[in-house]
């Protein structure tokens, strides 16, 4: 084993690690409607969400297409960049995690690529064109699009069974939601599990184990879902919290109505290879149910601090990754740089985890009352 | 970027079909859930005084189901087909 070997292994190590968090990360927006909504109890929603994450990376790799092949100039991809980027990512994603906001995942990787890219190779290195069509214009259209599916949703459910009787009502619902929960687990397994087999794809096209048009291979499919199925599972309950309480108090028919639009605006999204932001999916269907019962209804600020970190995601997950490859790069070419990389981000990672469980480790569902 | 760069770089066709498809899908479902809950509540409420009603608005329920898992399956297709 050369090199070269040991630095694509670290990479990949590090993109399931990724996948991990994402799932991590990225559990509250599958699962948070249905917990604040008491349409399933928490362990069971998540265990739900894992596993149609699992079954939902294996339907679709366009997304995976567009992000091993419409980003960056694949020509001048090492795995070292790759490193940097997905360290960028994880680093982005711990501190979100930290102060409990949902930002993108999907962004925090295009970044990280895009900046350690960047640093290695200059601006020409950049599919600009690529990067604009596939990943910021749809990233400004799919928030805004959710937000007015879900709003008209939920103005359509209100007049149906608005002089119905508030309890069975409200239990249809909660059924509804187990539905509309598993379409979107789903729907951000199809999405979310493909970037990181589009990154290991790269990473193996970078190295030379894979020319440059092969198709993603069978063991990256199955490491990629099993990764982000384990993520999820373990779910990320501070976000939780954040999804499916602070941005605005859901009632059952919201929750659905959330869910079924950003599930349907996802599943739209993925079948033409746009590798979407789940996060900013569901955040803008959110407030989009909440908003159109009231306006009041939904928490401004906390949609504001929301969307602040959308706005932060891609240049400072691009920073970070940039900043990775240049001290990578401090040890040569060798696998010196990432193997200090890692074992730094290992330590990081740590104190993340330590500093947050000091701080308080009793995160509470609404649904339950619960502490996990 | 100007308007013939946007559309160089964008593909707006394929935008417009992700927002139509959205709504029909996201604003349908919901549409068609609703109407199996009302069903449903209604057809409960009649059972015993009105059982033509009631048998109405079951069958209004199983189309909205139907349409649902409709959905659903569509849905899933789709993404198989990719």
Redesign the interface.
């Known amino acids: 084993m050369d090199g070269a070997d040991i630095i694509l292994g670290i990479v990949v190590a590090t993109a399931l690690a990724f996948d991990f968090t994402n799932g991590f990360h990225d559990t509250a927006n599958v699962v948070a409607t249905t917990i604040s909504t008491r349409a399933l109890p928490p362990r069971v929603a998540v265990t739900l969400a894992a596993l149609l994450n699992f079954v939902?990376a294996f339907?679709?790799?366009?997304v995976a297409t567009t992000i091993a092949n419409d980003i960056v100039d694949q020509a001048l991809v090492t795995t070292t960049i790759i490193f940097a980027g997905l360290v960028g990512a994880i680093v982005w994603n711990l501190v979100t995690w930290y102060f409990g906001l949902p930002s993108s995942s999907s962004h925090a990787l295009i970044g990280g690529v895009v900046g350690a890219m960047l640093v290695a190779n200059g601006f020409s290195a950049i599919d600009?064109?690529g990067l604009?069509?596939k990943v910021l214009?749809?990233a400004l259209?799919a928030p805004v699009?959710?937000f007015?599916?879900?709003g008209?949703?939920?103005l359509?459910?209100y007049?149906?069974?608005g002089r119905?009787?508030p309890g069975?009502?409200s239990r249809?619902?909660r059924l509804?939601q187990v539905?509309?929960g598993g379409?979107l687990a789903?729907a951000h397994g199809?999405n979310d599990a493909q970037k990181t087999m589009g990154i290991i794809t790269l990473a193996l096209i970078a190295n030379g184990n894979l020319a440059a048009d092969a198709a993603v291979p069978t063991w990256v499919i199955v490491s990629a879902a099993t990764a982000i199925a384990l993520g999820t599972y373990l779910g990320g309950w501070r976000i939780i919290k954040t999804m499916g309480s602070r941005i605005i108090k859901m009632d059952p028919?919201q929750g659905?109505?959330a869910q079924?639009?950003g599930?349907?605006?996802i599943?739209?999204?993925?079948?033409?290879?746009?590798p979407l932001s789940t996060t900013h999916t569901i955040s803008g269907a959110v407030m989009g149910a909440g908003a159109a019962k009231r306006l009041s209804a939904v928490r401004w600020g906390v949609a504001g601090n929301i969307v602040i970190a959308w706005v932060l995601t891609l240049p400072c997950a691009a920073l970070v990754g940039g900043l990775v490859y240049g001290v990578t790069h401090v040890f040569g070419d060798g696998a010196a740089g990432p193997v200090v990389v890692a074992a730094a981000g290992v330590v990081f990672t740590a104190y993340v985890f330590v500093r947050r469980l000091q701080q308080g480790a009793a995160i509470t569902t609404t649904a339950e009352g619960t502490s996990t | 970027m100007t308007p013939a760069l946007a559309t160089k770089v964008v593909d707006f066709g394929q935008l417009a079909q992700v927002v139509y498809v959205s709504l029909i899908a996201g604003v349908g479902v919901s549409l068609a859930f609703s109407i199996v809950i009302r069903g449903a509540v209604r057809a409960g409420e009649h059972r015993h005084t009105r059982p033509v009603a009631a048998a109405a608005h079951a069958l209004m329920a199983i189309a909205g189901l139907l349409i649902v898992l409709a959905a659903v399956v569509f849905g899933v297709s789709t993404m198989l087909s990719k």
């Open positions: 939902g339907l679709s790799l366009a600009f064109d604009a069509g214009v749809p259209i699009l959710a007015a599916v879900a008209i949703g939920i359509v459910c007049r149906i069974v119905l009787a069975p009502v249809g619902y509804g539905l509309s379409m789903l199809t028919a659905f109505a079924g639009s599930a349907a605006v599943l739209a999204a993925t079948h033409f290879g746009y």
